[in-house]
């Protein structure tokens, strides 16, 4: 079935280091594809999200493509802040009607100063 | 706009006790979900409503949990009787456009669930 697998985390980087989340998926036909971005004591809420192949979505400095060939949508920022410290989560809808969303376990992210 | 309101944030329960969590989704938005969230895991689905109707609960434990969004705008979860592995944040989320069509979810912030 429709699924996203995303890199173990946890992940720690310093200050204006360079991020990846990997992410792939498993999908009939071609989904939007969204990360979402839940910082501690809150919900989640969307980051970027792309509908087609070849797409880029970027919002706050991270981007992600969504490339059809290697069926992923891996998370990048060039320069992380102390600020960016969260869980982050890969998801896409599941096809035919109720367009639920299946997420992927998350990936925790901390930065230190 | 105002987003997703949840109550309570926090509820501490003893097992086979009854609790219910409420949800106002974002005003105007058609499709409202109810995930659970366990800790170190992404959300799951529990059940979809679009309107007063329910689109998809075939996720939900039907034995134990239940949930109803009369008038097409607000939301209950109930979970009756309650067991350890129900401990979890419950998500609610709204979406703008009918089921059928992805599209963007917002999330309130949860109501963690800790059974005892």
């Known amino acids: 079935g429709d699924s996203v697998t995303q890199m173990e985390g946890p992940v720690t980087l310093s200050e204006e280091a360079f991020l990846t989340i990997n992410c792939t998926y498993t999908a009939t036909g071609y989904p939007s594809l969204f990360w979402y971005v839940q910082y501690p004591g809150e919900g989640l809420q969307l980051l970027l999200k792309?509908?087609?192949?070849?797409d880029k979505g970027s919002n706050k400095g991270f981007e992600a493509t969504y490339r059809k060939e290697t069926t992923s949508f891996h998370l990048e920022k060039g320069s992380v802040q102390v600020s960016d410290s969260a869980v982050y989560f890969c998801?896409?809808?599941?096809?035919?009607?109720?367009?639920?969303?299946?997420f992927g376990k998350g990936t925790k992210l901390t930065v230190n100063p | 706009e105002a987003g997703v309101a949840q109550s309570p944030r926090y509820k501490i329960i003893e097992k086979r006790q009854s609790v219910a969590f409420w949800c106002n989704p974002i005003?105007?938005?058609?499709?409202l979900y109810w995930y659970q969230q366990i800790l170190g895991q992404g959300p799951k689905l529990l059940i979809q409503?679009?309107?007063?109707?329910?689109?998809?609960d075939s996720q939900l434990p039907k034995d134990r949990f239940s949930a109803e969004r009369l008038k097409g705008v607000d939301s209950t979860l109930k979970i009756q009787p309650a067991k350890l592995e129900d401990s979890a944040v419950y998500l609610c989320a709204s979406s703008f456009r009918l089921a059928g069509n992805a599209d963007t979810q917002y999330f309130g912030p949860g109501t963690r669930l800790t059974v005892l």
């Open positions: 998801a896409l809808p599941l096809q035919g009607g109720s367009e639920k969303l299946v």
């Open positions: 792309a509908t087609k192949a070849d």
């Open positions: 005003s105007g938005h058609a499709t």
């Open positions: 409503f679009q309107n007063n109707g329910v689109v998809d």
